[in-house]
């Protein structure tokens, strides 16, 4: 029986669309309970901490707003090559947009850690907040490294035909979060409650896991490599 090449192509492209449109609504349930399970647990003490912490993470939410901005043209520029099959193009676009999500890492990172005082006195003018929201900041300020170079391999995943594998990582990392903010923040299994370091401490530790994982993907072969050639060399005209 002869096959309809182009009809197959179709209901191929179909399957893929359907496919990520669920894993996309099945990740915002997950985050979305997971979040709302969080707050029961938290006991009367814990108000202050949690109350920091809130004001803490804006700054993430800050920085998350900026890799937007840099995940958009990502985006277009990656769609645009890979679907002409330049890798080279891939490549180059990879390692220029991971300069500057490097450097705004750096920069978030150097302000929690070494002025979380100050972040914190912009969100709120209670000194108890401030004290407890910075040492918040500045533990977890090496996080901000790791999720500025997570989300750019992410974003490179969406388009090059991986949206799946990028969205697993996400869902595992926001899993592993979650789970060792309740045992690290109160102490499960013996160990011991940690408080709002514990908080710090699982967010550093889902973002490492979150970008080792992507960076082992992204190694592959035949999927577009980050190489330090080309981010010495940002300034080549792509073709």
């Not at 890492?105 to 929690?112: E, K, M």
Request: with cysteine.
């Amino acid at each position: 029986m002869e096959i309809n090449q182009p009809e197959e192509k179709r209901r191929l492209t179909r399957r893929q669309a359907i496919s990520l449109i669920l894993a996309g609504l099945g990740l915002i349930l997950l985050v979305t309970g997971l979040w709302m399970m969080r707050s029961p647990e938290a006991p009367p003490e814990r108000g202050l901490e949690l109350s920091a912490v809130s004001l803490a993470t804006q700054f993430q939410f800050i920085f998350s707003l900026c890799l937007a901005a840099l995940t958009l043209g990502m985006s277009i520029l990656v769609a645009q090559y890979w679907g002409a099959s330049n890798t080279n193009a891939v490549e180059r676009v990879l390692a220029f947009i991971m300069l500057y999500a490097g450097g705004l890492s750096l920069v978030f990172f150097a302000l929690t850690l070494l002025i979380p005082e100050t972040l914190m006195s912009i969100m709120t003018n209670d000194i108890t907040l401030i004290a407890i929201g910075s040492q918040y900041l500045r533990v977890s300020s090496v996080s901000y490294l790791f999720i500025g170079l997570s989300q750019m391999y992410l974003c490179l995943m969406k388009n090059v035909g991986a949206a799946v594998t990028g969205m697993t990582i996400s869902t595992v990392g926001v899993i592993v979060h979650v789970a060792l903010n309740a045992v690290l923040i109160y102490g499960w299994f013996g160990l011991p409650a940690l408080g709002i370091f514990g908080a710090a401490i699982s967010t550093v530790i889902s973002r490492a896991i979150e970008l080792v994982w992507s960076v082992l993907v992204a190694s592959r072969n035949g999927r577009p490599r980050l190489r330090l050639s080309m981010m010495l060399h940002p300034d080549v005209v792509l073709q």
